[in-house]
């Protein structure tokens, strides 16, 4: 899900944001809406697996979702994909790699060490059909995306990953039953610098090695 989470983060999860299950037996003691377009929701994965998965929703079910030379449809509707422009930034954080500068979305910061790894990403803002535009990363030269088609079932929805190219989702395990969805990431709680550099604390002095200030209580969008 880079570059909206990244690896080290702690997410809350509102486990009722689309209802209460019974646990006793299949069913619901409360049934609230489903998930919208946009959400980030936390699932439980295929039984081999045996882990959660984080994937952004796409396909609302009884949605046509297609992929065609890299372009995502949704009902035949081409999905909207901008540019953003980015520039490097050394003196103001040692932990800050880049600050995208765009008029759609706020401002991202990504760790130095992604972007010396992955120099070939591009980095755009994707517009969902009534949902709010979120980043996604797209390989600049590496192997094109794999078309598809598909039609959700009821009760089910199509997920994708933010990082298009490195992204186990719906495109290898299908649609998410709507009973195998755990809740609804929300705000990102805490953040461990996997890559043990300096981050800047959030009083204006260089803190912790371990800890990303800037990210503790960011809202997942």
Known sequence: MMPT??????????KYAYGLRNPFMDGWLIKADGPRRGDVIVFSGPKDQGFDFVKRVVGLPGERVSMVAGQLFINDVAVRMNDIGFKRSAEQDRCQAALMEATTVPDYLLPMPYFREHKNYQIKTE????????VVLVERWGEALRDFEVTVPQEAYFV???????????????????????????????????????CASPFGKEGSKSVRWYRVGKRVC
């Open 160 to 198: 994708l990953g933010d990082n298009r190219h490195q992204s186990v989702d719906s495109r290898v395990f299908g649609s998410v039953p709507r009973a195998s969805i755990r809740g609804k990431a929300t705000r990102i709680l805490f953040s461990t610098n996997e890559d043990d550099l300096p």
């Open 127 to 134: 517009n969902l059909p009534d949902a709010p535009s979120h």
């Open 5 to 14: 989470l990244l690896e080290g983060d702690y997410i809350g999860v509102a």
